[in-house]
């Protein structure tokens, strides 16, 4: 089992950047997991941002993001990033990453068995 933790929202304003930070806590290895990024903003459904494999070589992006957000990963730092540029206000929701042993891409994947607690990204007009 693998805790995650969010860090790096924030209020900013619209076409500026974000980072975002996902680490394990409790000494878990985050490295032998595949990771995605999620979003729900208020009374909406929670949607996938994107997803990297465990090497780092593969994601996968929403077509709403596409463009504007990267994932990326650092192992020995135990971190996962998730870079959002040119960012909107409808990119306005709790961001959440997740972990699961196997990777899935695109929409209707399993969801994976480990969550954080997700961090507020805020973006104002």
């Known amino acids: 089992q693998v805790q995650l933790e969010e860090s790096g929202g924030g209020l900013v304003q619209a076409g500026t950047s974000l980072r975002l930070s996902c680490a394990a806590s409790?000494?878990?290895?985050?490295?032998?997991?595949?990771v995605g990024w999620f979003r729900q903003a208020p009374g909406k459904e929670r949607e996938s941002v994107g997803t990297?494999?465990?090497?780092?070589?593969?994601?996968w992006y929403a077509d709403s993001v596409k463009g504007r957000f990267t994932i990326s990963r650092d192992n020995g730092k135990n971190t996962v990033y998730l870079q959002m540029n040119s960012l909107k206000p409808e990119d306005t929701a709790v961001y959440l990453c997740?972990?699961?042993?196997?990777?899935?891409?695109?929409?209707?994947?399993?969801?994976?068995?480990?969550w954080g607690q997700g961090t507020q990204v805020t973006v104002s007009s």
């Open positions: 997740a972990a699961d042993p196997y990777y899935c891409s695109g929409y209707g994947c399993p969801e994976p068995p480990y």
């Open positions: 409790s000494g878990r290895t985050l490295s032998t997991y595949a």
């Open positions: 990297i494999t465990v090497s780092g070589r593969n994601t």
